[in-house]
């Protein structure tokens, strides 16, 4: 799609909605050091509330962020990072012949060689009358955790290529999982492009509870009854999010209620977040070597070593170099075999469990991930437990 001196491509994937309704939602995002502030009854409590908008690390619509010169959004999958992406693509470009501006939006899942990618960003029409003229250009990036090439291909590919352009006529935003982006490559390639203080870095926050209302006026249900079904269910940590929103919804409008099962809600929720939900990766077969319910079986036995231990995250940085005390080195997780429902598999590191059922320890800066939500952790924890149990007796009596 070409608006004015801009061209913005259309989304597609996980950050499309495809046949699932689209909400004019309002995202806003938390600086990673930041914290999200829950105290809305589960939900984001809302930053357009005045009384709330004092706090220096509040979080901020897109259009408040525009002083960054390179942005970095994170979030997990299917939270509306592409779908926010774009839509800040598309108000740059309705400005684009006012503010002298060019945006180009590229998804890069669409590439599958460092060649096709360097021509559609660096050698295309826009960029190179960009780089012969005067204007300014704000370069948008998608999924680059999506990307049919390695994500350490595309951010030495970033980092070699930014700094050989007019980095004072260029703004650079880009979307990945907040679980691998490359900090050390790309983040450092940035910060040495336009300064520490020209990066920002923030994560997308969850919903708000005027967000959920909207969605149910969307979807043809009632607001308040369902608001009413998620607190009867405890399964607000779950309508906060996008992916398991969608998920609450058409147990809603099929059986006109919640489970009343906190087990049954959870599992369900959790192997929901446990799959691969893009589409773009299910159709170029990238699922893992993974089933959801091996992944939500690691993720138990994330939760019964944190909680045994009484361990904040999972450390999964460089362990040479020292892992807090109060984190679990990713080494610690591995070993072993784990049964179920499912096909036996060994346990390597799972590094990708971390990326789909928790969320970044962000505050202490460190390569960690906690748990997004104290009751995940412990009804992972149980089920995980109560299995150990099963199998125990078993073999023993």
């Not at 007019?166 to 691998?180: E, F, G």
Request: with cysteine; net charge positive.
């Amino acid at each position: 799609m070409t608006l004015g001196s801009a061209t913005v491509q259309p989304q597609s994937g996980a950050g499309n909605s495809g046949e699932r309704p689209i909400y004019n939602w309002q995202r806003f995002w938390v600086p990673r050091t930041g914290t999200v502030d829950l105290s809305d009854g589960g939900f984001l409590a809302d930053p357009t509330n005045l009384l709330l908008r004092s706090s220096a690390t509040k979080p901020h619509p897109l259009t408040e962020l525009t002083d960054y010169r390179a942005l970095v959004l994170l979030g997990e999958p299917g939270i509306g990072k592409s779908t926010t992406l774009l839509e800040e693509a598309e108000r740059v470009a309705k400005q684009a012949v006012v503010e002298n501006t060019i945006s180009i939006h590229i998804d890069l899942r669409a590439y599958s060689s460092d060649l096709l990618l360097h021509k559609k960003v660096f050698e295309s029409a826009e960029f190179v009358a960009w780089l012969h003229g005067s204007s300014h250009l704000v370069l948008h990036l998608d999924s680059l955790d999506e990307a049919l090439l390695r994500i350490d291909s595309i951010a030495n590919l970033l980092a070699g290529e930014l700094p050989r352009y007019p980095a004072s006529r260029m703004s650079l935003r880009i979307a990945c999982r907040t679980a691998v982006w490359p900090s050390e490559t790309l983040e450092t390639a940035l910060g040495d492009i336009w300064g520490k203080a020209g990066v920002g870095v923030f994560e997308l926050a969850p919903l708000r509870r005027r967000d959920i209302v909207a969605a149910t006026v969307v979807q043809g249900i009632d607001g308040e009854a369902f608001i009413h079904e998620l607190y009867a269910a405890n399964a607000v940590p779950f309508a906060i999010k996008p992916l398991t929103l969608n998920l609450l919804f058409g147990i809603f409008k099929k059986e006109g209620r919640l489970p009343r099962s906190l087990t049954d809600l959870y599992v369900r929720g959790c192997l929901k977040l446990c799959e691969v939900s893009n589409q773009s990766r299910r159709d170029a077969r990238r699922l893992g070597s993974l089933t959801a319910a091996q992944r939500l079986r690691l993720a138990s036995r994330i939760a019964a070593t944190t909680m045994f231990a009484n361990r904040y995250a999972v450390w999964t940085g460089p362990e040479a170099d020292g892992v807090p005390e109060e984190d679990v080195p990713l080494s610690a997780l591995t070993g072993g075999r784990e049964e179920g429902e499912f096909p036996a598999f060994d346990v390597t590191l799972p590094r990708t469990v971390c990326a789909k059922c928790w969320i970044p320890a962000s505050l202490r800066q460190g390569a960690a991930f906690a748990w997004d939500g104290r009751t995940k952790a412990m009804l992972n924890f149980l089920r995980h437990f109560i299995w150990l149990i099963s199998k125990f007796r078993l073999k023993t009596f």
